[in-house]
């Protein structure tokens, strides 16, 4: 089935039907490229691309002409040590759950499989495009993926030692960050530490349910601090509330001067949600940014900054 083109000098999208009629038209492109060559391709690619030696060897002279390469694939102990010879050719990096292959050559030429679960030697049929508005979009995909994925030696550090990957996440959604908030939650093995800067945020969060979800946690043995400022004797009705809801409640001894709800999960996980009306009807409307993250670093500082608080506010409730 072809849509269109015959030459590289008129954009049209056209199917490769056949197996070596695939890896010939390939092998055509591989020698026409002259700047870059990204790849995105699933786990069992890296070893497929090795094992073929027409594709192999292309891929050896694209790095010899001084080609950029650049990969995207999902690095597991099955395909290690293929990574790893291809990171002499190229840029590799990790993306989890990758389906599916594709490739863009020059910025101009895209080819991407028909059949998603196979890979060479396997391929019968590869959508070929030289479109520029379609090859200009699935390049700005690769860019995504490509700022999403974790270089090689990182993920490697991962497989090989056990260690966790940090991130810090910026989440706009107020839906996304409350359900995130839920999880984080339910997955708690041991605390949970807040702040509420002001006890109109806390009534906010009230009438959403995470206090209640807070409460669910205290029957699992969670243990739930929190620091609420307090700026009048209305407040008073709110430290009843929450120490009938199994918390332990401190009011730090100034301002916090902010409007940032802090949420610390077993000291591994922190989210910082920033209101921007604390006066707003619901919880959706009052929230701006939330930053997410697993970094020891961030976190560290978090939990620096709360115990601080706690300490204060310790001595002034134990006055």
């Known amino acids: 089935m072809h849509l269109s083109t015959s030459s590289d000098s008129e954009q049209g999208t056209e199917v490769w039907h056949g197996t070596e009629n695939v890896v010939r038209k390939s092998l055509e492109i591989f020698h026409s490229i002259q700047n870059q060559y990204d790849l995105c391709i699933p786990v069992k690619g890296p070893d497929t691309i090795l094992s073929q030696d027409r594709i192999r060897n292309a891929m050896h002279d694209l790095k010899n002409r001084g080609i950029i390469i650049r990969i995207i694939t999902e690095v597991t102990d099955y395909n290690l040590t293929s990574c ?36 060479f030697p396997y391929i019968t049929e590869l959508i070929y495009s030289n479109v520029s508005s379609f090859v200009k979009q699935q390049q700005y995909f690769f860019e995504m993926l490509w700022k999403k994925a974790i270089p090689l030696k990182q993920r490697i550090k991962e497989i090989k030692e056990g260690s966790k990957r940090e991130f810090i996440e910026t989440i706009q959604d107020s839906n996304e960050t409350t359900k995130l908030m839920l999880d984080l939650i339910k997955s708690a093995s041991d605390e949970i530490l807040v702040v509420f800067p002001s006890a109109n945020i806390l009534l906010l969060f009230k009438k959403q349910s995470i206090l209640k979800s807070l409460k669910d946690s205290t029957q699992r043995g969670i243990k739930i601090r929190i620091l609420v400022e307090k700026k009048s004797t209305h407040d008073e009705m709110w430290e009843q509330i929450l120490r009938e809801e199994n918390f332990q409640v401190r009011y730090p001894g100034k301002s916090l001067e902010t409007k940032i709800v802090t949420f610390i999960v077993d000291n591994e996980f ?28 961030t976190v560290f500082s978090y939990v620096s900054i709360f115990e601080t608080l706690w300490m204060e506010a310790e001595l002034k409730y134990k006055k």
């Open 84 to 119: 790893r010879e291809l990171s002499t050719i190229a840029e590799v990096r990790h993306l989890s759950e990758i389906v599916g292959s594709f490739v863009i050559a020059d910025r101009i030429k895209y080819g991407g499989l028909a059949d998603l679960e196979n890979v």
């Open 270 to 297: 922190s989210m910082a949600l920033e209101i921007r009306d604390d006066k707003a009807g619901s919880l959706y409307e009052a929230m701006g940014l939330t930053a997410y993250s697993n970094s020891e670093s």
